[in-house]
């Protein structure tokens, strides 16, 4: 009588076998995978030409810009249709926009030289002047032929009357330039001018309002 122990041996080993076969062809397939590798830029918004001189000690203090639930995210934003929008797990702003256009504001309005200084709402100086700044749009229109990069940001300028804000200038603008190279860089580079555009038309109206003069 044989015993139920050999074939139970032998499948055994015909499993290990199977299992060390599919373990080498493992090792030896690579699988197909996109690459996790993410890209990270900064818009890097300067102003063109030499720095401005000011006429005037006003301070203008710049509160912190505020920037739309919708495209406050690191990740590029994309429109592909109508209302429908997505966003670039693998393009990537370097910091968020919030902070990245805050600063590049500052030392936009500070070229200028459309007041005597810029501070942040953290600095100790008293300030004459305060400017509230948002984002309400900054996204890739790919549903546009050709495919365009979409800024609007608003403007609001208070001064302290009697202890009370008073507004002395408002406005808003936008600006949307066509994609000249289809890629993240190609869009970038886009968004830059675009809201370099913006930059410089408020400079344009804040220069003839004349908030900063006494």
Not at 29 to 49: A, C, M, Q
Not at 73 to 94: A, C, I, P
Not at 101 to 129: C, K, M, N, Y
């Amino acid at each position: 009588m044989s015993s139920p122990v050999g074939p139970a041996l032998r499948v055994f080993a015909g499993i290990s076998a199977l299992m060390a076969l599919s373990v080498c062809v493992c090792a030896c397939v690579k699988l197909d995978r996109p690459s996790l590798d993410k890209r990270y830029f900064d818009l890097e918004i300067g102003r063109p030409g030499p720095a401005a001189q000011a006429d005037n000690d006003t301070v203008l203090a710049l509160r912190r810009l505020r920037v739309s639930p919708r495209y406050q995210g690191r990740e590029l934003v994309y429109k592909t249709g109508d209302n429908e929008f997505s966003s670039d797990f693998y393009n990537l702003f370097f910091v968020p926009p919030a902070d990245m256009l805050g600063q590049d504001l500052r030392e936009w309005i500070e070229a200028a030289g459309l007041f005597g200084h810029v501070v942040d709402t953290a600095s100790l100086a008293p300030a004459d002047l305060v400017l509230e700044a948002a984002v309400n749009r900054l996204y890739a229109d790919l549903s546009a032929t050709p495919a365009r990069a979409v800024a609007e940001m608003q403007f609001i300028m208070l001064r302290d009357v009697s202890g009370k804000d008073e507004i002395v200038f408002s406005a808003a603008y936008e600006a949307a330039l066509p994609v000249e190279r289809d890629s993240p860089q190609g869009l970038v580079r886009a968004m830059r001018k675009a809201v370099a555009e913006v930059f410089a038309r408020l400079e344009a109206d804040l220069r003839a309002a004349g908030p900063g003069r006494p």
